[in-house]
Structure formats: C-alpha cells, structure tokens
C-alpha cells in the first residue's frame, strides 16, 4: 500500500491486479476485457473505473511488482536467481507474455520499464539525459526476452537473467563516465 492510501482502495486495487493475474494464468485465449475482470473481481464496472482507465491501464498496474525485478536487473542492481525465476514464469506463460510485450501494449510495457529504471538511477550524473538512459537500459533488457519468449533463440532462464544482469551493470557503469 502506497503512503497515504486509503485502505479500501488498496483492496480493491489488489482485489483488480488478482483478478487480472488468474484470468491471465487460466491462459484464456482471448484478451481480457474490463467485464472479464470486474466478473472475477466481484466488483462494480464503475469501482474498476474508479481505480483504472482500461483493462491495458490495469494490465501495466499488474505487470509493475513482477516487473521490479527486471527494473533492478537494467539498472544494473539486480540477483540472477530472482530474474531467472521472473524468467522461468514469462517462459511458462510465454503466450501472454508475447502478448504483453508486441504491439502496442508492448509499447506500453517499454514505458513502464523505463520509467522504474529512471526511479532506480535517481540523481547520478550520467553521459546522457536520464529519461534517455532509463530507455536505452528498459530496451536492452527487454530485447532479449521479447526474443526469447517469440523463440527465437533458445536459452535458459538463467543464462538469459545472467546476461540481461551483467550487461545492466556495465551499461550503467558506461553511462555513470561523463
């Protein structure tokens, strides 16, 4: 629950995030609609308009906690073990996970990456504009899983977690030289 945020509204915001989570992982083979998900969550069409805009607003709500892991992996502060778990569940759920980063949800998805990797670099000085760096990071760690979960290549979760680690740090570290 976020500083000041009143408690009923933390439920129902969680109440919508898990509804979203089960209708993904029953691996429906539709897109998710807002009546979908007020169904699961029990709740009013005009309580889940009250919290979210759309079911995408709903979608990159839901994507921000397991996305934290990626965030700290791009910006060079991430474990191994904890990305190659994230991976290993992207892998299981690959169709929604191919969903969520093509088109324009995957735009989308860019965006909420970059801005948690923008809150995770802060105030250093850096080579080049913040906003910029946090993109460049979001976009390099998210090339390889877009790549990975289309099969295009093969890997494990954890040589793919060691890689997208290792090249958050050095990247930061080039970014941290002025």
């Known amino acids: 629950m976020a ?11 969680a109440a919508l995030i ?7 992982l029953a691996g429906r083979p539709r897109r998710i609609r807002v009546a979908d998900i007020v169904e699961t969550a029990k709740v009013g069409r005009s309580t889940f308009y009250d ?7 709903l979608h990159m709500a839901a994507l921000a906690r397991p996305f934290a892991i990626l965030a700290d992996a791009a910006a060079g502060e ?18 929604r996970a191919r969903e969520s980063f ?10 909420l990456l970059a801005a ?14 913040l906003r910029l760096a946090a993109r460049q990071l979001a976009e390099a760690a ?19 977690a060691g890689a997208i680690c290792r090249c958050g740090r050095a990247m930061r570290a080039e970014l941290l030289k002025r």
Do not use: C
């Open 142 to 160: 998210l090339a390889p899983l877009r790549g990975w979960v289309m099969a295009e290549a093969p890997s494990t979760p954890e040589a793919l």
């Open 3 to 13: 500083a000041g945020e009143d408690r009923r509204v933390a439920r129902t915001r």
């Open 78 to 95: 991430g474990g191994e073990d904890a990305l190659a778990g994230l991976l290993a569940h992207f892998w299981e759920n690959r169709q």
């Open 116 to 129: 948690m990797v923008e809150e995770r670099l802060g105030a250093e000085p850096l080579a080049i504009p």
């Open 102 to 111: 093509a088109g324009r949800t995957g735009d989308k998805t860019v965006r």
């Open 18 to 24: 898990g509804a979203f989570d089960r209708l993904v």
């Open 51 to 57: 919290h979210y805009k759309s079911a995408d607003d």
